[in-house]
């Protein structure tokens, strides 16, 4: 597990800062987003610090994929019939947290295309 110390998904993954976990491997950490954008809103993260889904994709293609499988592991449980699942890589694409990290959404009629 590599951290970086000013990142504030790291300090979640380390336990630094509290956060509402729903899953957790050694890979992966699941948390709910703390500005809920539908009724679901959980933010699946690497426990690795990596900057954004490209280089995740690049460093680790197995635990980008286990991040989709955590994704509809979640939206099963809930009993979503649909969901949305979410890169935003760069910060012209809404990235505001430089720890790569997927948007699970769902539990709402999701409009396309998205702003
Ligand atoms: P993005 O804009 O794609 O980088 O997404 C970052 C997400 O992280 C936003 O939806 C924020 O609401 C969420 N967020 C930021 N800080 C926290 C935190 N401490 N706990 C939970 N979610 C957070």
């Given at each position: 597990?590599?951290?970086d110390?000013?990142?504030v998904?790291?300090?979640?993954?380390?336990g630094?800062?509290?956060?509402?976990?729903?899953?957790?491997?050694?890979?992966?950490?699941?948390?709910?987003?703390?500005d809920?954008?539908?009724p679901?809103?959980?933010?699946?993260?690497?426990?690795?610090h990596?900057?954004?889904?490209?280089?995740l994709?690049?460093?680790?293609?197995t635990?980008?994929?286990?991040?989709?499988?955590v994704?509809?592991?979640?939206?099963?449980?809930?009993?979503?019939?649909?969901?949305?699942?979410?890169?935003?890589?760069?910060a012209?694409?809404?990235q505001?947290?430089f720890?790569?990290?997927?948007?699970l959404?769902?539990g709402?009629?999701l409009?396309?295309?998205?702003?």
């Amino acid at each position: 597990m590599v951290l970086d110390s000013a990142c504030v998904f790291c300090a979640i993954v380390n336990g630094g800062i509290s956060a509402d976990v729903v899953y957790r491997d050694e890979n992966i950490l699941a948390f709910n987003d703390v500005d809920p954008q539908a009724p679901t809103h959980v933010l699946i993260v690497p426990t690795l610090h990596v900057e954004n889904s490209a280089q995740l994709a690049l460093i680790s293609p197995t635990t980008t994929a286990q991040l989709f499988t955590v994704a509809a592991h979640i939206a099963a449980q809930r009993g979503l019939t649909g969901f949305r699942t979410v890169f935003n890589t760069g910060a012209e694409a809404g990235q505001s947290v430089f720890h790569a990290h997927l948007h699970l959404l769902g539990g709402r009629r999701l409009a396309w295309p998205p702003g």
